[in-house]
């Protein structure tokens, strides 16, 4: 009797395994978005090891790993799991069993943490490197990971996409000007073209399909994109004012590296007993300006500093106020802090308000001592009959956009052959707009 329980106790666990993704999917709503879910997380950062301006996408076997670090500003130890999901190219939990994408663990508690040193706000630092010894990928594909707090009950506090690769066909891009003659000056249109001589694709209308990335960002991406036009071991995606992208500016910089040698667009840096307070000189809009070139992290965000040693455990964290000059509001809108730094999200603490008296919208955001990225954006709000739609954000009323801005761009291949279960990530490239 003993045997047969548990037998049986084996088997519904196979089945609860095979059929997980399935379940999790139909049970609630699959947290398929990069999000920060609790407040106490912070300066996220998820890049290829060793590249830190870099998108966390590896190839399948190679040498190269993805690396996950963010802060707990709470200051103390709490006992924190990770989990990863094999995801189709939408993004949706795929049909394979976690056994047939993972060699190993899909689910481990993180260990590699360390306290910060001489800091006014204490907090603690967490590092994840994927694969490691106890989770190794078998299958290319869309993975999600996910952190969760297991302190008292399971909470999950930190969601990220990565990408496995395996590299069986090559891509050869180009950025143009946009098609469309309303866009000509202001976006860039990308065409490429997938070559496939080693590797036998039946069917490439029906079975491969693209993402294109802008600056390593997923909340504008372009999914789901089809082959335009096949020859014998080519595919072409050469659409007209589909693959078409805002070229945008080169965006602001702040550079909090130190509290003791101040960067030029610093206005004060002050030190109390809760921490460091750090004003800004005012911006103003830029829509109207001409578009000047400079180098710029593309929007991303590098944590170091310079006053201390020790860059991830000794960088201070500071309550930095914005200020973006504006004589009169915007009407029907609202403005909001947005970049790496606000982790590509309209969330209400990064909500500037106008304050009449300085004729200037003001904001704030708690940011680790490094080099910034960032810009201001408009939401629209939401009207009467279209509160179901969620707005998108805007970087270009303020910002402007100018088809010269030099922009990352990142294209995924993925293959779905007929009677598979899973897409295949079967090429990857990342280039610049001035290639």
Known sequence: MKNMIKKTHFLSFLLLLFFQ??????QEAFPSEN???????????????????SNPIIELGGAGRVTLSFDDIDGDTKDYFY????????????????????????????????????TLWPYTHYELTLPSRDTRFTKSGNYMLFIYD????????????????????????????????????????????VNHEQFKIQNPMSEVRATVLQNGRWDNALTDIPPKFIRSNSILFDHQDRVVFPG???????????????????????????????????????????YTTFNDLDGNFVIETTDQPNNQLSAEYANVIFYLKKPQP?????????GGLTDWTILPEYR?????????????????????????ATLPLPAND??????????????????????????????????????????????TSNL
């Open 386 to 431: 279209k509160k179901d739609k969620k707005p998108q954000p805007d970087l270009t009323e303020i910002e402007g956009t100018w088809h010269e801005t030099e922009n990352q761009y990142t294209i995924l291949i993925y293959y779905r052959p007929f009677g598979s279960r899973y897409d295949q990530v079967i090429g990857s490239v990342s280039f």
């Open 248 to 290: 945008g500016k080169e965006f602001r910089f702040l550079d909090l590296r130190s509290f003791r040698l101040v960067s030029y667009n610093v206005y004060s840096v002050e030190r109390t007993d809760d921490g460091f307070v750090v004003q800004l000189k005012y911006d103003e809009p830029r829509s109207g300006q001409s």
């Open 21 to 26: 993704p399935a379940l999790l999917s139909a």
């Open 150 to 193: 297991d302190t008292y009950e399971r909470q999950l506090v930190l969601a990220r996409r990565f990408v496995v690769v395996e590299p069986k066909v090559s891509i050869a891009p180009r950025v143009l000007r946009a098609s469309q003659v309303s866009k000509f000056r202001t976006h860039q249109e990308i065409d490429f073209v």
């Open 35 to 53: 999000f920060i879910y609790m407040d106490y997380i912070r300066s996220v950062k998820f890049y290829t090891e060793g590249l830190f301006l």
């Open 330 to 338: 915007f009407y029907g809108e609202e403005v909001y802090l947005f």
């Open 352 to 376: 500037m308000e106008y304050d009449e008296k300085l004729g200037a919208y003001v904001g704030q955001a708690l940011l680790k001592q490094g080099y910034y990225d960032y810009g201001y």
């Open 83 to 118: 989990k990863v999901v094999h995801c189709d190219r939408d993004w949706k939990p795929s049909q394979l069993a976690e056994l047939e994408y993972v060699e190993g663990y899909t689910e481990e508690r993180l260990q590699n943490f360390e306290f910060s040193f001489k």
